[in-house]
T-cell receptor, first 114, second 115 residues
Framework: AQSVTQPDIHITVSEGASLELRCNYS??????LFWYVQSPGQGLQLLLK??????LVQGIKGFEAEFKRSQSSFNLRKPSVHWSDAAEYFC????????????FGSGTRLQVQP | GAVVSQHPSRVICKSGTSVKIECRSL??????MFWYRQFPKQSLMLMAT?????????EQGVEKDKFLINHASLTLSTLTVTSAHPEDSSFYIC???????????FGNGTRLTVT
């Protein structure tokens, strides 16, 4: 069975500091990996996805993620956090290039200090 | 712009009534749609997979008679919460698979409150 672990429930960083959100997955085949962001009471916005190819993936809003098969990880990074980045971040894994449902991690709540 | 429209965004209903939530793909055909449920401060849990023209596939523990899913066209899936109870209060999110472009698109969710 597929699963996603986000070990950090809550992270606080200062504005302008770098950010890394951890994600580990378990999947029996080639994983399709996603990072989504959710503001309170809102739906999900796709930040980036990895299907194949270059293991360093660039996304929107200055985010990037690196797929490391040997570590079963897909960590999200941003070099300089902005106050507007405060939100809930979900890592997800799926298969079939999206035609199968995603399994989500438990989420990491990011708080940004001025 | 939004490619999956979910309506309503917020609904309050009395216990015992039924509520219908619509999920529409706006500019692509979605043969497969997924319904998720999210409790406060928790992750999204898959409820069911909706396939156009066939019966939905429900996840273990989800009552198919309570959460009726209809996927009658390639652009519309509906979730009806029947005889709603306060414990059904939650955030419901749909997603649709865009076969042409591969990614899953998510609706903005429906906040259901049952009083």
């Amino acid at each position: 069975a597929q699963s996603v672990t986000q070990p950090d429930i809550h992270i606080t960083v200062s504005e302008g500091a770098s950010l890394e959100l951890r994600c580990n997955y378990s999947y029996g085949a080639t994983p399709y990996l996603f990072w989504y962001v959710q503001s309170p009471g809102q739906g999900l916005q796709l930040l980036l996805k990895y299907f194949s190819g270059d293991t360093l993936v660039q996304g929107i809003k200055g985010f990037e993620a690196e797929f490391k098969r040997s570590q079963s990880s897909f960590n999200l990074r941003k070099p300089s956090v902005h106050w507007s980045d405060a939100a809930e971040y979900f890592c997800a894994v799926g298969g079939g290039a999206g035609r199968r449902a995603l399994t989500f991690g438990s989420g990491t709540r990011l708080q940004v200090q001025p | 712009g939004a490619v999956v429209s979910q309506h309503p965004s917020r609904v309050i209903c009395k216990s015992g009534t039924s509520v219908k939530i619509e999920c529409r793909s706006l500019d692509f055909q979605a043969t497969t749609m997924f319904w998720y449920r999210q409790f406060p401060k928790q992750s999204l849990m898959l409820m069911a997979t909706s396939n156009e023209g066939s019966k939905a596939t429900y996840e273990q523990g989800v009552e198919k008679d309570k959460f009726l899913i209809n996927h009658a066209s390639l652009t519309l899936s509906t979730l009806t919460v029947t005889s709603a109870h306060p414990e059904d209060s939650s955030f419901y999110i749909c997603s649709a698979w865009d076969r042409q472009n591969s990614p899953l698109h998510f609706g903005n969710g429906t906040r259901l409150t049952v009083t």
